[in-house]
């Protein structure tokens, strides 16, 4: 019998351990450049709005000089949420004890703590972390310290503006949130391949020719290039795509964004994946479109995308049962077919310090 060879994948230990989740937590998503929300939910200078960043809370402020910052949304006082949702106001004021601070971080006011010698407020602002826009896009980094975000994103922008998006023509139309038992690297790894889809994507796969897929990766940037089947483009498939353009653009951003772009009139949904356990992952994606674009088509687009995410999840979850089993170590990858995974689960590799 043949020997089966192959590229080895992560131990599958590291997919239900929770020792390894905290380690992924401290050393991925603690350290990395992620899609924290829209420029526009920062309505005004003097704006704000609160956000999930890996699973960390943060909050991101526009102050009064019309600079984008990102704190930890954390109360340096007990611990609380300092701010939800999103508004327009000078200052975020802790709903616990009324700690109030700056749109630029600083502690501007604590009750009774003139009565405490102990309370510095120079020294109490909230944490700061880094942040940084990319056109209607606004990324946080947990690390204050860290290289620009210019570095990490790398020629993305540049890629996706030569395929044929314009991100800054776009209007953003609505957010759709999700939840999968399974681990975050599961659901990442079924994002970096097609090789699943002409089994279990059948409309997708009316679409877009998975079987001329193009794979290219640089930096932290994996991306795949999908042109569209002659019968989509002829407005004969589940998705009418005639009238836009030919292929679909498909990238992660590591550690977990995704940047999806169909072939056919402008859009684009992209958004984070992060872990809420060793075995439970939350994400969301944020739909744009062009200004204008027929109302018919994007809903029918979007229940076409819920319809691929829906079949997706029952895949991972059922790729979680088993490889959290125990009763098999590891798998193999395919050289060609999953070679944007070995490039991801070689930066998990490399982040958790082999």
């Known amino acids: ?164 998006l314009d991100v800054d023509a776009l209007v953003f139309h609505h957010r759709a949130e999700y939840e999968i038992g399974a681990n975050w690297k599961v659901a990442i790894e079924n994002y970096l391949e097609c090789y699943h889809c002409r089994l279990n994507h059948p409309g997708l796969v009316s679409v877009i020719d998975d079987r001329r897929l193009r794979f290219d990766a640089a930096g932290l940037r994996a991306s795949q290039f999908n042109p569209a089947e002659a019968q989509a483009l002829a407005g004969e498939a589940p998705l009418d795509i005639a009238g836009g353009v030919a292929e679909g653009q498909f990238h992660l951003l590591f550690p977990a964004l995704k940047f999806n772009v169909y072939p056919g009139p402008a859009n684009l949904s992209l958004g984070p994946v992060w872990p809420t356990g060793p075995d439970r992952c939350r994400g969301y994606l944020d739909y744009w479109f062009a200004p204008g674009a027929d109302p018919a088509w994007i809903e029918a687009m979007t229940a076409f995308d819920d319809q691929v995410g829906a079949e997706d999840v029952g895949l991972v979850e059922a790729v979680q049962a088993g490889a959290a089993s125990g009763l098999v170590a590891e798998g193999r990858l395919l050289a060609h077919d999953e070679q944007l995974i070995a490039r991801f689960q070689a930066y998990v590799r490399d982040a958790l310090g082999g």
């Open 1 to 164: 019998m043949a020997t089966i060879t192959g590229q080895r994948t992560l131990p599958w230990s590291w997919y239900e351990d929770p020792a390894v989740a905290r380690r992924e937590r401290d050393l991925i998503f603690r350290r990395a450049w992620q899609y924290a929300g829209r420029r526009d939910q920062l309505t005004a200078p003097g704006s704000y709005f609160a956000t999930q960043v890996g699973g960390l809370p943060a909050v991101v402020t526009r102050d009064r000089d019309d600079v984008v910052r990102a704190f930890a949304n954390v109360c340096r006082h007990r611990g609380a949420l300092v701010a939800t949702g999103a508004a327009e106001r000078g200052t975020l004021q802790c709903p616990y004890h009324a700690w109030t601070y700056g749109l630029d971080g600083c502690l501007r006011a604590a009750p009774r703590a003139q009565d405490d010698p102990g309370i510095d407020r120079d020294e109490l602002g909230l944490v700061p972390m880094a942040a940084g826009t990319w056109g209607p896009f606004v990324f946080v980094n947990p690390d204050a310290d860290a290289p620009p975000l210019a570095e990490a994103l790398g020629d993305l922008p540049a890629i996706v503006r030569e395929h044929g």
